[in-house]
């Protein structure tokens, strides 16, 4: 017997689960055709680099043909034939797909902080910086501009910490050196502008059927915090960004978290909850997501309760902890007194799986032994030169694949700079020509200046009044260019347009 998976409660999430080599890849390559020629577009992560065959029909000359006739065959796939579907390949480092990006502003300092393995407290600096380039008007659009402002922050963390709290140095070095760590990961290409449009993963072909983006991620995974993070930033984006349409005939999109492990792998609680709760209300906004992983005890049982429709491949019983897991996932299915669910998830084929989907009324179905169909689409990689050529009549081509550097943070600070070392440079060649004058001039000079600025009542108090109107970020501009009159100040301006402004 088999169980059919209803449009009508895809956007109920589900679980691919199995050990290696028990066909998961196969059933999410078979659901993403499913969902494709229902019109529902798809976002996946190639994590082996198999996936790509989507966008190629299978062929007659495949080893596997014969087994693939018979497996239709024998579940009564009258209509199966050979495929090929619409693709979109993204890639974050930009090698394999079109790049996808998107700001620090967007990322947020919740998931930067998750990116980094941030303490509590290097968090909190990180959100005081987020709240000062609000306030000042300063977009945080790629990883200099955060840079940039972490500079200015650690320099003015005694009269930032009089207002949001403590900013220590030392938090402030730690960040940085994350940065670069997050650089030498690739996050330089992740951050910046034109960021992605949500609009571009939920693309439908004029022929009806819903386009399947692919994320390459088979190089991606040598940096499995960077992946993970990006991937929840997504899903949060969804979230937060599509409208409520209740419940659907249909998911306006499906999502696929692959190596779903590594999401919740040493999280916070915080992270945790706003899994949770995404999983839990994203459904509204007509999206399923579907968790991929090798055991259902990977996936914290608040998020696994969210989960409706079930593929259980194969679990291996090799140890007590293994039978201990084989038992936790056999009681998560509402049972069928035909067989033994344990017994069932340890005994089934590749190509096989353990099965529930959700019935009228969102009711979990009764489990099930049942077999996989076979893929329309070719099983296995496409070439170089296809996917080429498939990036190049892309429905987003050359949309994404130059670069923009607009004014921002890092800008906006070097100019302060600028201003600030060009004032410094000023007063101290104002000093040096008093000093090279004879005592009675400098007096005389000095006295001219005192007497041309005659204070009066109004003006003394115009000028308490504009004080009083100073903004913030006028505040810190004069303790800046304070600090850089002088000697020490000089080589402030000196190591900043040296150390980071000049050196870019």
């Known amino acids: 017997m088999g169980q059919g998976l209803s449009l009508k409660y895809a956007n109920r999430h589900g679980l691919i689960a199995g050990a290696t080599g028990t066909g998961k890849t196969v059933t999410l390559q078979i659901l993403a055709e499913g969902f494709s020629d229902a019109g529902v577009p798809v976002f996946l992560s190639d994590v082996k680099g198999d996936l790509s065959g989507l966008a190629a029909a299978g062929s007659e000359n495949f080893k596997l ?4 006739m018979k497996r239709a065959d024998t579940i009564g796939f009258d209509d199966y034939r050979y495929d090929a579907f619409p693709v979109t390949f993204w890639d974050l480092l930009g090698e394999q797909g079109h790049p996808v990006r998107t700001t620090v502003a967007e990322m947020g300092p919740l998931l930067l902080s998750r990116l980094m393995s941030l303490s509590d407290a290097q968090e909190g600096v990180l959100n005081i910086a987020f709240r000062v380039a609000d306030e000042e008007g300063m977009p945080l659009l790629d990883l200099k501009d955060l840079q940039a402002l972490l500079v200015w922050v650690g320099q003015n963390n005694k009269e930032l910490g009089l207002r949001y709290g403590n900013v220590s140095a030392q938090s402030v070095g730690a960040i940085q050196r994350q940065l670069l760590v997050l650089e030498n990961q690739g996050g330089t290409k992740l951050f910046g502008e034109p960021a992605l449009e949500l609009g571009d993963l939920m693309h439908v072909t004029p022929e009806g059927r819903g386009q399947i983006n692919i994320l390459a991620a088979d190089k991606l995974m040598g ?17 937060e960004t599509l409208p409520e349409v209740g419940d659907p005939d249909k998911p306006k999109l499906v999502f696929f978290f692959d190596e779903a492990h590594l999401l919740f792998d040493d999280a916070p609680d915080a992270l945790v909850d706003k899994v949770e709760q995404v999983a839990r209300l994203i459904r509204s906004k007509g999206v399923g997501v579907y968790f991929i992983t090798q055991n259902p005890d990977d996936v914290p049982e608040d998020i696994l309760g969210q989960l409706g429709n079930r593929f259980q491949h194969a679990l291996r019983a090799f140890t007590a902890r293994d039978q ?8 998560t299915y509402r049972p069928n007194p035909r067989f033994d669910t344990a017994d069932a998830i340890r005994d089934v084929g590749v190509g096989e799986a353990v ?4 019935q009228d009324k969102g009711v979990p179905g009764i489990v099930e032994r049942t077999l996989i169909r076979p893929p329309s689409s070719k099983l296995g990689p496409i070439s170089a030169s296809e996917r080429k050529a498939l990036l190049a009549t892309s429905h987003v081509a050359g949309k994404y694949e130059e670069v923009l ?28 020509a008093d000093e090279s004058q004879s005592p009675q001039l400098r007096e005389f000079n000095a006295g001219r200046r005192y007497s041309g600025k005659k204070v009066t009542r109004s003006t003394s108090r115009s000028t308490r009044q504009g004080r009083r109107g100073d903004s913030f970020g006028e505040a810190m501009t004069k ?8 000697t020490t100040g000089r080589r402030i301006v000196r190591g900043i347009l040296g150390g980071l402004f000049k050196g870019r």
């Not at 099965?355 to 959700?358: A, I, N, R």
């Not at 943070?409 to 000093?431: D, F, G, H, M, W």
């Not at 303790?479 to 002088?486: A, D, N, S, T």
Request: hydrophobic content about 50%.
């Open 223 to 239: 940096s499995p915090r960077l992946y993970a993070t990006f991937l929840l930033w997504l899903l949060s984006e969804l979230f």
């Open 479 to 486: 303790v800046v260019i304070r600090e850089l009159k002088g």
């Open 65 to 68: 043909h014969d087994a693939f």
């Open 324 to 331: 201990r897991a084989l038992s936790r996932a056999a009681e």
């Open 355 to 358: 099965t529930s989907m959700l």
């Open 405 to 432: 550097d607009r004014k921002s943070a890092y800008e906006i600070l070097k100019a302060r700079a600028e201003a600030a070392a060009k004032e410094a440079a000023e007063e101290e060649a104002r000093v040096e």
